[in-house]
């Protein structure tokens, strides 16, 4: 599967984003997904996932705020990112596996999020 991540900006704190990730092939439902972050000299770390039946993942970090969803006749997953923080600014990626432990397995090419204070 390929992947395809849109909709990063520049917003100011307390703002809201929405992040797209599209994907290619009829197979797309059958995928678990997810969205990771990276901030410049940390390590990249999962922020969201949801799995093939839509059960929903997120750290204490972004509980509340973000939301993830799939919209599988789309072949699409969003991350709606609400409350943002200059903390939230990184890079974001969806990514894919065949189960939420291999959710790394494809990945798209990153969208970068700057939140301004």
């Known amino acids: 599967v390929q992947l395809q991540a849109s909709g990063g900006g520049l917003v100011q704190a307390g703002g809201s984003l929405r992040l797209s990730c599209a994907a290619s092939?009829?197979?797309?439902?059958?995928?678990?997904m997810g969205w990771f972050r990276q901030a410049p000299g940390k390590e990249r770390e999962l922020v969201a996932s949801?799995?093939?039946?839509?059960?929903?993942y997120y750290p204490d970090a972004v509980k509340g705020r973000f939301t993830i969803s799939r919209d599988n006749a789309k072949n699409t997953m969003y991350l709606q990112m609400t409350n943002l923080r200059p903390d939230d600014t990184a890079i974001y990626y969806c990514?894919?596996?065949?189960?939420?432990?291999?959710?790394?397995?494809?990945w798209g090419q990153g969208t970068q999020v700057t939140v301004s204070s």
């Open positions: 949801i799995g093939r039946s839509s059960s929903t």
């Open positions: 990514a894919a596996g065949p189960t939420i432990g291999s959710i790394g397995r494809y």
């Open positions: 092939g009829r197979t797309f439902a059958s995928y678990n």
